[in-house]
């Protein structure tokens, strides 16, 4: 019925062969993962990453039991997605606290990573949190670098503390100075990017370190990178032994694979996400979304479990053998209507699938929900014998039609055509593929 | 010494040591799968991408079959050029002046960086530049503009933050045209490419270049960071339908990042790479080299 083609389509590409019942056998598991394999790395998850996790993944599938409520690929989906989660860790994101003020947050990470603008969401956050933050000016080499983090720390109200161009340790250390005597309980250092290969710059960040100590050493990553995230990751963890991560730029449209690598290569928390350019776009991690976004389905599983409740076992079953038998009739069709409208708010269904805004094929019309209500309306107005033989209704019926479901003549039309249609799909299913919400 | 040729002289010292490990995947004369999956290996890893790969690497075996190519070191011949190739494709464009380069592309990735690489370059080679500063969105852009404009010693045309930046484009043409200037290079905002509200800034950018000095060759470049891995593809393709993109500034280089997104890039819009990145000092910007790049991934 081209209801969530766009997502459908991606599904049934994955696991249009695994149509077997009962337990998943080791052949269908390897077809499958095969695809998440390749869904992974589009997602730029790193390729070492990818392939402990695929093994780790196939070992607990194999031999799993399918769900009644599900198909093999939904199942397969929940395997890797639970995974996945677990993998990312928890919510926890809080931030360390000093037991003697001040605490410190030192940032690091590439170049364009996004440190400064971090720095200022993180001072925000912390304000509204009622700390006292104060600004460290670190980055000595970047043209305006400190004039930048001066224009982010007045948009947010906090005082920048700088001393031009001087050992970023010094300049950190003075301002912890200023903080003690202010009265400042928490202070986070903005340091230049700079390459993990610049042994030199990484020296400076490891004197920043051993001078400061800081409560919380965070590596900002630009949430677009690509397979070379584990080594960046791999080489700040081993220098400056981080206490956490980043992830900016999560508004774009990227999948986001960096996440996994990441966490995986150093078992660092992920704490924070940027997703957007306005100060107060910082969110605490969310390993699920984090997940469903790697995979490319947005909130594929919501929208599973939202099917699932909506369609009982029996109902589908019934359907399925009309299918098959194909005397599928104006009545069932009419159920089937009566099953997406329980699903709730389609659009909002829709939205929650970030990501795909652009590539899914969903138009307007399909998803149009007075569209569907007069679809109803036009079959409820029909008698049971016209919805079991929708060939005898010609234009004299119409018209009643039309005029009993206070809809038009060019609607019935619509939604006998679109009737058609649908069996023919059916019938070009040949009885072997599943409905689109199939338990 | 410049980056490609450092480059060049660098894998001159590693290429026996592959050909030995590539050599050592061939049993009995036949390139098995492990030979391949080596392979696919190499290119996923420099971030190549899944699609692209696997279309690389099906051509790859064609042409080892139809050749009856046996010896390692030969099949890496070959899927060299099939990747040079990709990238030679698509031809630089020529220049002539009056020039306009927009520099676009999303945040961080180093654009303002390149602007001023690409000022002393033109200036280098004797051409009047004047550097634009159209990035009025971030905090303090316009001031490390203004210190890369110095570093190369050319003018920049500025307004305030938050300023109308087609207002800074429409000062920066009138004024190029009445002093002659030969090369504008004007500085974007870098912000996500999924923001309508920057593609229409881009386009009205585009629009006033192309009305007001019509005489000049306009180009429009995005600049992709190395680092970034297959979203670049949906950065490149989202710019292009707001401007016609004309090349690409493939940044940090420098870095252990392959960039090897760029392949796909070539193949699936036909963009050329127009030149790298290869460091934060200004004369850290080479024209590329498909044949040195290539060399970096497949060593
Ligand atoms: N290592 C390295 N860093 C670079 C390169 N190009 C730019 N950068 C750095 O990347 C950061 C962001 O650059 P900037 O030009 O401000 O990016 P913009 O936001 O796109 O204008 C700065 O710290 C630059 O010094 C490069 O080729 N190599
Ligand atoms: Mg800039």
């Known amino acids: 019925m081209g209801l969530f083609s766009g997502l459908s389509e991606k599904l049934n590409h994955i696991f249009s062969k695994l149509t077997a019942r009962g337990k998943l056998?080791?052949?269908?598991?390897?077809?499958?993962?095969?695809?998440?394999?390749?869904?992974?790395?589009?997602?730029?998850?790193?390729?070492?990453?990818?392939?402990?996790?695929?093994?780790?993944?196939?070992?607990?599938?194999?031999?799993?039991?399918?769900?009644?409520?599900?198909?093999?690929?939904?199942?397969?989906?929940?395997?890797?997605?639970?995974?996945?989660?677990?993998?990312?860790?928890?919510?926890?994101?809080?931030?360390?606290?000093?037991?003697?003020?001040?605490?410190?947050?030192?940032?690091?990470?590439?170049?364009?990573?996004?440190?400064?603008?971090?720095?200022?969401?993180?001072?925000?956050?912390?304000?509204?949190?009622?700390?006292?933050?104060?600004?460290?000016?670190?980055?000595?080499?970047?043209?305006?670098?400190?004039?930048?983090?001066?224009?982010?720390?007045?948009?947010?109200?906090?005082?920048?503390?700088?001393?031009?161009?001087?050992?970023?340790?010094?300049?950190?250390?003075?301002?912890?100075?200023?903080?003690?005597?202010?009265?400042?309980?928490?202070?986070?250092?903005?340091?230049?990017?700079?390459?993990?290969?610049?042994?030199?710059?990484?020296?400076?960040?490891?004197?920043?370190?051993?001078?400061?100590?800081?409560?919380?050493?965070?590596?900002?990553?630009?949430?677009?990178?690509?397979?070379?995230?584990?080594?960046?990751a791999t080489t700040f963890n081993d220098r400056l032994d981080i206490s956490g991560v980043i992830l900016t730029k999560l508004d774009g449209d990227t999948r986001g694979g960096a996440a996994l690598s990441i966490k995986a290569v150093t078992g660092k928390p992920i704490k924070f996400c940027g997703t957007g350019e306005k100060m107060g776009d910082i969110e605490a991690f969310h390993p699920e979304r984090m997940a469903s976004r790697i995979l490319g389905m947005g909130d594929v599983l919501t929208l599973i479990e939202k099917a699932q409740n909506a369609v009982t076992e029996e109902e589908m079953q019934k359907l399925e053998k009309k299918f098959k038998?194909?005397?599928?009739?104006?009545?069932?069709?009419?159920?089937?209507?009566?099953?997406?409208?329980?699903?709730?708010?389609?659009?909002?269904?829709?939205?929650?699938?970030?990501?795909?805004?652009?590539?899914?094929?969903?138009?307007?019309?399909?998803?149009?929900?007075?569209?569907?209500?007069?679809?109803?309306?036009?079959?409820?107005?029909?008698?049971?014998?016209?919805?079991?033989?929708?060939?005898?209704?010609?234009?004299?019926?119409?018209?009643?039609?039309?005029?009993?479901?206070?809809?038009?003549?060019?609607?019935?039309?619509?939604?006998?055509?679109?009737?058609?249609?649908?069996?023919?799909?059916?019938?070009?299913?040949k009885g072997g593929k599943r409905m689109p919400f199939r338990r | 010494m410049g980056f490609f040729s450092k480059l060049k002289e660098s894998l001159k010292k590693t290429k026996e040591a592959i050909s030995y490990k590539l050599n050592k995947l061939f049993t009995g004369g036949v390139l098995n799968d492990e030979f391949y999956d080596e392979l696919e290996m190499i290119m996923l890893t420099a971030d190549i991408g899944a699609s692209a790969t696997e279309t690389i690497l099906e051509q790859l075996r064609e042409v080892v079959d139809e050749k009856h190519i046996r010896k390692a070191e030969d099949v890496r011949t070959e899927l060299r050029r099939i990747m040079v190739e990709i990238?030679?494709?698509?031809?630089?464009?020529?220049?002539?002046?009056?020039?306009?380069?927009?520099?676009?592309?999303?945040?961080?990735?180093?654009?303002?960086?390149?602007?001023?690489?690409?000022?002393?370059?033109?200036?280098?080679?004797?051409?009047?530049?004047?550097?634009?500063?159209?990035?009025?969105?971030?905090?303090?852009?316009?001031?490390?503009?203004?210190?890369?404009?110095?570093?190369?010693?050319?003018?920049?045309?500025?307004?305030?933050?938050?300023?109308?930046?087609?207002?800074?484009?429409?000062?920066?043409?009138?004024?190029?045209?009445?002093?002659?200037?030969?090369?504008?290079?004007?500085d974007t905002a870098g912000r996500l490419h999924n923001k309508k509200n920057l593609m229409k800034e881009l386009e009205k950018i585009s629009g006033i270049i192309g009305r007001e000095m019509p005489e000049a060759m306009h180009l429009n470049y995005i600049v992709l960071d190395a680092t970034t891995g297959q979203n670049a593809l949906s950065q490149v393709d989202i710019f292009n339908e707001a401007i016609d993109i004309d090349g690409i500034i493939l940044t940090k280089l420098d870095g252990t990042a392959k960039g090897g997104v760029v392949l796909a890039i070539a193949s699936q819009l036909q963009i050329p790479v127009v030149y790298v990145g290869v460091g934060e000092g200004i004369d850290d910007l080479e024209e590329f080299e498909a044949e040195n790049f290539i060399d970096a991934i497949v060593s």
């Not at chain 1, 395997?79 to 860790?89: D, F, Q, R, T």
């Not at chain 1, 209704?393 to 649908?422: C, H, P, Y």
């Not at chain 2, 020529?94 to 961080?108: C, K, S």
């Open chain 2, 87 to 186: 990238l030679e494709e698509n031809p630089c464009p020529e220049y002539e002046y009056p020039l306009i380069i927009v520099v676009a592309g999303v945040n961080g990735v180093g654009k303002t960086t390149a602007i001023g690489k690409l000022a002393k370059r033109f200036k280098q080679q004797k051409k009047s530049v004047t550097i634009v500063a159209g990035d009025t969105f971030r905090a303090a852009a316009s001031d490390q503009l203004t210190v890369w404009a110095e570093r190369a010693g050319v003018r920049i045309v500025k307004h305030t933050e938050g300023a109308d930046p087609g207002a800074v484009v429409y000062d920066a043409v009138m004024s190029a045209k009445s002093k002659k200037t030969d090369v504008l290079l004007v």
């Open chain 1, 25 to 232: 056998t080791e052949l269908e598991i390897k077809q499958a993962m095969r695809e998440i394999r390749i869904a992974l790395l589009e997602a730029d998850v790193n390729l070492s990453v990818v392939k402990d996790f695929i093994s780790r993944v196939s070992q607990q599938a194999v031999g799993e039991k399918i769900m009644n409520s599900l198909t093999p690929g939904q199942q397969v989906i929940k395997i890797v997605n639970e995974e996945m989660i677990a993998l990312m860790g928890s919510t926890n994101s809080a931030l360390e606290v000093a037991p003697k003020p001040p605490t410190v947050i030192m940032m690091c990470g590439l170049q364009g990573a996004g440190k400064t603008t971090m720095c200022g969401k993180l001072a925000a956050m912390l304000k509204k949190q009622g700390k006292k933050p104060l600004l460290v000016a670190g980055d000595i080499y970047r043209p305006a670098a400190i004039n930048q983090l001066q224009v982010v720390g007045k948009s947010v109200g906090v005082e920048v503390y700088e001393h031009g161009v001087q050992k970023p340790y010094k300049t950190a250390l003075e301002a912890l100075k200023v903080a003690e005597k202010k009265g400042l309980d928490t202070v986070i250092i903005d340091t230049a990017g700079r390459l993990h290969i610049n042994d030199e710059l990484m020296k400076e960040l490891e004197d920043v370190k051993r001078e400061i100590k800081p409560t919380e050493i965070l590596l900002t990553v630009d949430a677009m990178t690509g397979q070379d995230a584990v080594t960046v």
């Open chain 1, 325 to 429: 038998e194909s005397n599928f009739t104006l009545d069932d069709f009419l159920t089937q209507f009566d099953n997406i409208s329980k699903m709730g708010d389609l659009s909002q269904l829709i939205s929650m699938m970030p990501g795909l805004g652009r590539n899914i094929k969903i138009s307007e019309k399909d998803i149009d929900e007075k569209r569907i209500a007069r679809f109803k309306a036009i079959i409820q107005s029909m008698t049971m014998y016209e919805r079991e033989h929708p060939e005898i209704i010609k234009s004299s019926r119409r018209k009643r039609i039309a005029a009993g479901s206070g809809t038009t003549i060019q609607d019935v039309n619509q939604l006998l055509k679109q009737f058609e249609q649908s069996k023919d799909m059916m019938r070009a299913m």
